[in-house]
């Protein structure tokens, strides 16, 4: 008929609706139609339809507007144009598009949902929670509307109807997978991890390719982790959801201590995103726990190139780098290093009221107070600052544990800051009045630099979590001993440098700490250390301890070594007779402290000395025998040993010296076993475990 009557603009009418009936394009029709008919408004109203399935919603809201003037009645046409406009993120205008569509058709169940999304855009979120219920209660088998009825309720903060509604959704469509996945996240989110994991097994179980049910599950559940990942990447998951799983199959291999299988997954995972932030920072970390200490330097090198403004880079470099120090002739580069950070994280100072009247108002900031070594030194000296200050503590952990909770209750004000980015956290802090702002991170993970960049304070510092500069010049100081920071220690920091007097940490020992041991009839040498800090200088100097020491063996007991992959791995660096090393993995805090008594003489790594198994050794009698370096992190065992009044005899000059004390040591029997019984009374009247004199030497000095 076209082909006699081309221009006859109801016959490309009629074409256009037969062709949208039969899913072809009928888009060339309609514009053929409206150029014949310019005041069809069912025309141009169609166009607008087509146009938005396009997803072209300017064009389709100009269409729509056409058929409105043309005919202001036609409530299909109001709907659309809201649709448009709620596209086009004009929430007022598409809220009244919907509210002419109502006008017109009160039963147009479209546009009763979508009236409820323009009133949720508009975060009007209790209106819109009451909109849905409406279009829910019109078209209750729509499993969409449900949904959208619990982001209302969520946003809304009725999170227990929402709950409700999403229950209604799966029981209606239970092979909706979107369904499953947003319930398992709102139930998570509302502390109800077991129903969440119940739901991520539900989805999982009908679509293994899941990639965020996946991850979620694994981090929820770390026993499923491995099969529901493994299972989405043989589903075939690609691309950036291949590498999500990748690097969370990667994280609980970290966790497990399978530092060689976690490496392999990261390295999987830039296979597919080669330029990942998060996976080149996770594949450096792997490298570190494994001991690869180079190539982790160089991943990091290749992160800071590509994303030169990303601070957290700069800070995992500075950490290993630090860490790593072993000589004079690096304190400058490395310092250098520390500046340029300071430079990147430099901002505005934020506004401090005047300071308030009254008692010294100090704060702490730190990830780590829970179980970690500064959670557990805190244990010994923050209830005595708490005592003699007000004391706030701005706390940047996720999660709490029982040490947190003993923690706070000494405290009398205690923020979670990991809800606040470091704007907000800077301006509470100052806000709170803050004279004297500690840091406890430096640049360990969940640091907290960019706040101290601020200024939120008038007196910052940095003191505890790590043994380097952390580069800001808006820090008033950082804070060691004497022996940690000897004289000209001043080079390796952009901060001035504050000595306490006695000690720069105060120990608190373990309620449950089990007895001394007395000497065993096998000699035997021991570390308890991260495998990162044992590189190949170390494990060289303590092959040749053995060797001078006929007899005597070598206990290795660190996170890792549980798998045979990590042990394989430390025995192939290994110089000497392997049958003379015994190698365990960790266990919980009563099995790591009984071990102690199996071990004769601690050996100290260097030039990353040991902290806390240091003075948990320490506490079960047995002596540490270190090599000190010139970087602060080389010297604690130094600090400890001189606190103790111990130097003598345990503090070697050089390798050789090293391995004579550790000849001598083993071979004087007699006192080391005196020295073994009375070593736990010598350390509890030590400044090593007095946190009342600690928490006064940190006030004097910080208020000097």
Known sequence: MLAQQPQEGALWKALSVAQQMLGEDALPALQRALALLPGDAELAANLGTLLAARGRWAEACAACERAL??????????????????????????????????????????????????????????????????????????????????????????????????????????????????????????GDAAGAAEAWERLLARDAGHAEAACNLSLLRPERGEAVLGAALVAGVGGERRAAVLANLGGLRLQEGRFGAAVAAYREALAEVPDSPQALSNLAQALKRQGALDEADAVLGRLIERHPALPTARSDRLLLRSYRQAGVEVAAALRAEASDFGRVVRTTPVPRPARPVGPLRVGLVSADLRGHPVGRLAEAWLPALAARCELSVYANARVDDALTQRLREAVPRWVRATDLDDAALAARIADDGIAVLIDLS??????????????????????????????????????????????????????????????????????????????GDTPRFGSFNALHKLGDPVLALWARVLDATPGSRLLVKAPGLQHEAERAALLSRWPGDASRLELEGPGPLADYLAAFGRVDIALDPFPHSGGMTTLDGLWMGVPVLTLPGPAPISRQGLSFMQALGLAEGWVATDADDFVHLAQARLQGRTALAALRAGLRERMAASALCDGGGLADALLALVTA
């Open 69 to 190: 003037r043309l005919q202001p009645r036609l409530a299909g046409a109001h709907n659309n144009h809201g649709n448009a406009l709620l596209a086009l993120r004009r929430p007022a205008e598409a809220l009244a598009a919907f509210d002419a569509a109502l006008a017109l058709q009160p039963g147009l169940v479209a546009a009763l949902g979508n009236r409820a999304r323009a009133l949720l855009a508009l975060a009007r979120h209790d209106e819109a929670a009451q909109a849905f219920a409406l279009a829910v209660a019109a078209r209750p088998g729509d499993v969409g509307l449900r949904m959208h009825a619990a982001t209302a309720l969520t946003a809304a903060g009725r999170a227990t109807e929402a709950v409700a509604r999403l229950r209604e959704a799966v029981v209606l469509a239970p092979d909706h997978t979107e369904a499953w996945f947003t319930l398992g996240n709102l139930l998570n989110d509302c």
């Open 442 to 519: 430096g640049h360990t993970g969940g640091h907290r630099l960019g706040v101290f960049a601020r200024r939120p304070a008038p007196r910052q510092f940095s003191w505890l979590g790590y043994a380097a500069s952390t580069g800001l010049a808006e820090m008033d100081g950082f804070i060691g001993d004497r022996w940690l920071l000897p004289a000209g220690a001043e080079a390796q920091f952009v901060e001035p440098l504050l000595r306490l007097p006695h000690s720069f940490v105060a120990y608190a020992p373990p309620a449950d700490a089990p007895a001394v041991q007395p000497l």
